[in-house]
């Protein structure tokens, strides 16, 4: 049985992020948010797109006004208002000033602005009451940006600032990565689906409802097969059929080591090599880890098969499949769990013999996380505690037992409120 962190390791091992043209699409600037962009983007515009001002005010030069104070202010001409989108038609010359908004073009001749509160209008006139710096208040052409230098690398998740960066360059189709196919199922012969007339001794799937949303949150396109009775004739068919279809499959249920547990049998019996079939973490010892031989078009799916308990399920998912999937996305970094320091609200309590998760919620409090432990039994099967989940606080063997009030390791699953 590996520990958690080899667990990890191995599996961030397995995974091949994609790369290649065969794996790109090309979408529009609309479509492309939470992608991750495939190739490197330069722009053939320099930014700013010209010299500009950064504040309402003139456009001076600044020899004309490097002396002035409000004793002794300069008096400059206004030969122009220049707002922005307008090109200026005159060049600004000694004893002259522009009047300009922010984000207009700098006119020729002008060096620096003078802002509007540090001058005094008087009719076409301006008096200047303050000397400013050199330069001030003047955002020169490409002093952001230069033209045909990269801007943004492969890799990178596409979020607001980096469409925002895309749209300024007008590069409009924008080469990401497909979104990986993750195949889900769930096994076992007391499994419905909801909806369905629920008899004695069944129960409901909720696992690939659950899945399938985390699947699509990893920016990944989730493929539902549905419920497969514990017969292994069936498994066999529905693994065959979504290892032929996903990059990755994701099964509940059936990887334990009961006489209906069948799914590492039926992995072996297709070829797969199994990697992992359990991990030393409470909730979700019971993980399969396969890969299979690459098909023709070098296509290696990898394999999870995790514990039928929901809880176990989720738990699993946050801690090592989700990192897979961000790696395999072609995300260049920050594939890995994001862990804070919380500080714990109860008492927590481990038996030492596992590494074990407890579910509940972090929330910030005078700028320090805090972690409030769900309420209720922390059983496998009560997934209705798991309600409004953000964090699992993580007890290791050698620390079983972190008293209230003191730090605690948390897994940050989701937002913290």
Request: glycine letters at 8%.
């Amino acid at each position: 049985m590996l520990s958690v962190q080899q667990a990890e390791t191995l599996i961030l091992d397995l995974v091949q992020p994609l790369r290649g043209e065969a794996e790109w699409e090309h979408l529009g600037l609309l479509d492309a948010g939470g992608r991750i962009l495939a190739a490197e983007i330069c722009g053939n515009l320099d930014f700013p797109y010209w010299d500009n001002s950064a504040m309402d005010g003139y456009a001076v030069r600044f020899a004309d006004v490097q002396a002035c104070s409000a004793q002794q202010p300069i008096e400059l001409a206004i030969i122009e208002e220049i707002p922005a989108g307008y090109q200026p038609q005159h060049s600004v010359q000694t004893g002259q000033a522009a009047r300009i908004f922010t984000g207009a073009v700098m006119p020729t001749g002008a060096d620096t602005i003078v802002i509007q509160e540090r001058t005094q209008r008087k009719g076409n006139t301006v008096q200047v009451l303050v000397a400013p710096e050199p330069r001030a208040y003047v955002r020169h052409q490409a002093a952001f940006y230069q033209a045909g230098t990269p801007v943004l690398q492969p890799g990178t998740m596409l979020n607001a600032p980096e469409l925002a960066i895309l749209a300024t360059i007008q590069s409009t189709q924008v080469p990401v990565f497909r979104r990986p196919v993750v195949a889900i199922f769930s096994t076992g012969n007391e499994l419905v689906a909801p909806g369905q007339t629920l008899n004695p001794g069944q129960i409901v799937d909720s696992n690939q409802y659950a899945l399938a949303h985390l699947v699509s949150q990893c920016g990944a396109e989730p493929l539902l097969i549905g419920i497969v009775p514990d017969q292994p004739e069936l498994l066999k068919a529905a693994i065959a059929q979504a290892v032929a279809k996903a990059d990755v499959v994701l099964s509940s249920g059936g990887v334990s080591v009961g006489d209906y547990d069948y799914v590492d049998q039926m992995l072996d019996d297709l070829g797969a090599e199994i990697h992992i079939r359990a991990v030393a973490v409470k909730p979700g010892k019971p993980l399969t880890v396969a890969t299979f031989p690459p098909a023709g078009n070098g296509h290696s799916p990898l394999y999870f098969g995790l514990p039928g308990n929901p809880v176990s399920a989720l738990v699993s998912f946050w801690r090592f499949v989700q990192p897979a999937l961000r790696k395999l996305s072609g995300l260049s970094r920050a594939w890995g769990p994001q862990f804070v320091t919380a500080r714990s609200r109860q008492d927590l309590q481990a038996d030492g013999q596992r590494e074990t998760y407890f579910w509940g919620q972090l929330h910030l409090a005078a700028g320090t996380h805090e972690f409030d432990l769900a309420q209720g039994s922390h059983s496998s099967g009560n997934l209705i505690n798991l309600g409004q989940t953000n964090g699992l606080a993580i007890l290791t063997v050698e620390q079983p037992l972190v008293r209230s009030g003191s730090l605690v390791q948390v897994l940050q699953v989701a937002p913290v409120i």
